[in-house]
């Protein structure tokens, strides 16, 4: 009994270091998995977002360059006024409402916190970018993630400078197309002074969240590393039970025998490792012993 027990301790020494050993490494690299599974998701979502934001930016610019080089050339020398197609801003925004019927989760506003269409007035976010457009007018372009009435956006956003040409509609109220001041009233929307930042224009792609994705994907990566690490648990386990407490185990029994005094018993080992050599080693000192034990008898006698 008491040999069997200091055999289950020596059996759980050994393993266990071999399990410690192993379960070190796993906290090690779960906690690494963490912040490498968040790291990567954040920079696929967010090149995805901008791939589509470049995209939708060059669409609404293409779109604002109809009414410059094609419709406006051809419309005002006649008078014409009619705002759709002397106004890329107009049309754009015309365009993007036709776009957010299809296609409702990316949002495309411009905005001016002086406008002739109330529902123009800038956010929250968007009040915060016209004031850092106003404040550094070198910035042309300001490409980062924002939240608007609570979904996450890339946002791409670009100031709107009042030049001679807006002053036809966005000028004197008084002389203003008469079809503008009569859809829009004469309050808002007029009296901008040239060169002014009077608006802006925000492009926005949805963010998928982040956090869910990273969460989500570490745990499919947390269960492919369990399982892993379950079957190396079980196989090293085997390996080390196997092939060095088994047969450690085996010459300690035959070795207690021998010092009980009980010599009959051979150690065969057909291994050429360091278990092997601790076998032979133990063969050794049994036949000498035999032969010392002879030659006292014989002097015995
Ligand atoms: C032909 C008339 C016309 C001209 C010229 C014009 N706009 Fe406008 N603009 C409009 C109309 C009409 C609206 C309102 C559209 C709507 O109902 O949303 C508007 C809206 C805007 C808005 C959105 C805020 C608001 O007022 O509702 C901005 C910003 C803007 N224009 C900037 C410009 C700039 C900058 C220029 C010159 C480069 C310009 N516009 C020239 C007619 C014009």
Known sequence: MAQNESTAKRQSSISSKFNQSLLTLFLVLVLALIPIMYYLTKTQVLSQANKELTLLVDMVKSVRNVVREDTRPHFTPKGEFFPIVVSSTVMAKTVASKFARI?????????????????????????????????????????????????????????????????????????????????????????????????????????????????????????????????????????????????????????????????????????????????NSFEMMRRSFISLVRRIKANNT
């Open 103 to 279: 296609r409702p989760e990316y949002y495309i506003k411009i905005f001016s916190d002086n406008p002739l269409n109330a529902d123009d007035y800038p956010d929250s976010l968007e009040t915060e970018l016209l004031g850092r457009f106003r404040q550094n007018k070198r910035l042309k372009t300001i490409v980062e993630t924002g939240t608007i009435r609570g979904q996450n956006y890339l946002l791409s956003s670009a100031p709107a400078t009042v030049k001679k040409g807006c002053l036809l509609c966005h000028g004197d109220p008084a002389r203003a197309p008469l079809a503008i001041s009569k859809k829009y009233g004469t309050e808002s929307g007029y009296g901008w002074t040239v060169g002014n930042v009077i608006g802006g224009i925000a492009v926005g792609v949805p963010l998928d969240n982040i956090n869910a994705i990273a969460v989500k994907r570490t745990l499919f990566a947390l269960l492919a590393l369990a399982v892993v690490f379950g079957v190396l648990y079980i196989y090293i386990n085997t390996i080390v039970r196997r092939s060095i407490i088994t047969p450690i185990t085996e010459i300690a029994e035959k070795a207690q025998k021998i010092s009980h005094g009980d010599l009959g018993d051979a150690i065969v080992t057909d291994r050429d490792d360091e278990i092997g050599e601790l076998a």
